[in-house]
């Protein structure tokens, strides 16, 4: 019967330490130590910002450079000088070359089917050597342009009348 009344104190003891360890204090809420997170890739609200104004910037740029390649400045019948209504474009060019130093450029002379292939070769090189120069004079190291000719190779409108051709004379832009 000892043996008995052991057995149940031993017993009672047991019941009243689980009681005590499930029922104890009040759990208090832990402090978040980490950075509040979104989303399952557990990114900061900081990086997610971050990330955003990167891809952001990089759209930009991308736009920036498509403009860049895109807008060509044409040239007179039999003329190689920088028209003036070129000269703001050639100068929102520079500004982007200021802006992206790493970025070099092969400048392309193009002439309209009239004249010697020899000829328009030759005239779509000046072309292309003037706006290297007017580049350069706005300040970019000549070491980023390069320029060919492609004469009359490549017309932008293959039409035989005035509107063609003055598409076709041309200096276009590609970025190396």
């Excluded at 017993?11 to 330490?17: C, P």
């Excluded at 450029?105 to 020899?118: K, N, S």
């Amino acid at each position: 019967m000892k043996s008995s009344k052991v057995w149940l104190k031993i017993l009672v003891l047991i019941f009243a330490m689980g009681f005590v360890f499930t029922t104890g204090c009040c759990k208090k809420k832990p402090v978040d130590t980490q950075p509040a997170t979104t989303g399952k890739e557990g990114i900061s609200e900081d990086e997610l910002a971050a990330k955003r104004k990167a891809e952001q910037e990089a759209m930009l740029k991308k736009a920036a450079m498509q403009k860049f390649v895109s807008e060509d400045v044409y040239f007179d019948f039999d003329d190689a000088a920088i028209r003036t209504d070129a000269k703001a474009t050639l100068k929102d060019k520079a500004e982007f070359l200021k802006a992206n130093p790493g970025v070099s450029v092969t400048i392309e002379g193009h002439c309209d089917e009239r004249g010697t292939e020899a000829y328009n070769l030759a005239l779509g090189e000046r072309s292309a050597q003037s706006i290297k120069t007017f580049l350069v004079n706005a300040g970019i190291d000549k070491s980023r342009l390069q320029t060919i000719s492609y004469g009359e190779e490549k017309p932008f409108d293959p039409g035989k009348n005035e509107a063609a051709w003055a598409k076709n004379r041309r200096g276009h832009f590609r970025v190396d």
